[in-house]
């Protein structure tokens, strides 16, 4: 969801407006993929980088998380599984204990899920899952020769989601920035120049006419 400080900034506003319109675009999203028929989706939120912005711009993204929590409980009672994607540890408690009853609430959904990855960072997901795998090589519940691609996945935040398919990155960027870089090994990527805050259900549904085009081939031929 990238682009919402520039968005902001062409209009003389502060960044965290963009950010505001920007969580009100995640909302709608939502719901665009829900019409679509679109079983995952999943939005990058906040990085484990994003806490180095400046404290008043942090602050305001934890505030608009706080806020759009209640309607991430709203969504799930549309049978809608919710997933939070990162390390909880380091959020205010509140905010913690709104995301784990968020994810339970939602647990027996199978409608739609929406992953959101919050203080998330794939490179930051991929030592946490080699903890618990060497502790579980410790304690004897692992065996080393067992250790495959299939049981690593185990241990994602990810864990039972399918790997990515598509991957949409707005604003002009083109690069992947840490985002899911086991689960979208094979994932067909998207740039758009649209920033995030002007992303709207016809470019969605653009990106997923530009998917159906393509010719998927995991490495054979
Ligand atoms: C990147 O744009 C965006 C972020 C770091 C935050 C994304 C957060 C939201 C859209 C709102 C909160 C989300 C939820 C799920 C309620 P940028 O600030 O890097 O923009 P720039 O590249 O133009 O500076």
């Known amino acids: ?42 939005f990058y939120a906040f990085s484990t980088e994003n806490w180095q912005r400046p404290k008043d711009e942090v602050d305001a993204l934890m505030k608009l998380l706080d806020s759009y929590l209640d309607d991430i409980q ?22 913690r204990l709104k995301m784990i009853e968020t994810e339970r609430g939602s647990a027996e959904n199978n409608g739609l899920h929406v992953l ?11 030592i946490h899952a080699l903890r618990n795998i060497a502790e579980d090589i410790k304690n004897g519940a692992v065996n080393t020769d067992e250790l495959d691609e299939q049981l690593f996945e185990k241990y994602l935040y990810t864990k039972d989601i399918p790997p990515l ?8 960027e083109q690069r992947i920035s840490n985002f899911m870089i ?40």
């Open 74 to 95: 709203t969504m799930a009672r549309k049978n809608t599984k919710i997933i939070f994607l990162g390390d909880k540890a380091p959020f205010e408690e509140n905010l």
């Open 1 to 42: 969801m990238d682009g919402n400080g520039r968005w902001a900034k062409k209009r003389g506003m502060p960044r965290k407006m963009g950010h505001s319109k920007g969580a009100e675009v995640f909302k709608r999203t939502v719901e665009d993929c829900r019409e679509l028929g679109i079983k995952y989706c999943s």
């Open 116 to 126: 959101i990855a919050l203080n998330y960072g794939g490179r930051d997901e991929i």
């Open 165 to 172: 398919d598509l991957i949409i990155r707005t604003s002009g």
């Open 182 to 221: 086991w689960q979208g090994a094979y994932a067909e990527l998207l740039f758009t120049d649209v920033l995030w805050p002007d992303f709207t259900k016809k470019h969605l549904m653009a990106a997923c006419v530009e998917y159906a085009g393509r010719t998927r081939r995991f490495g054979g031929v």
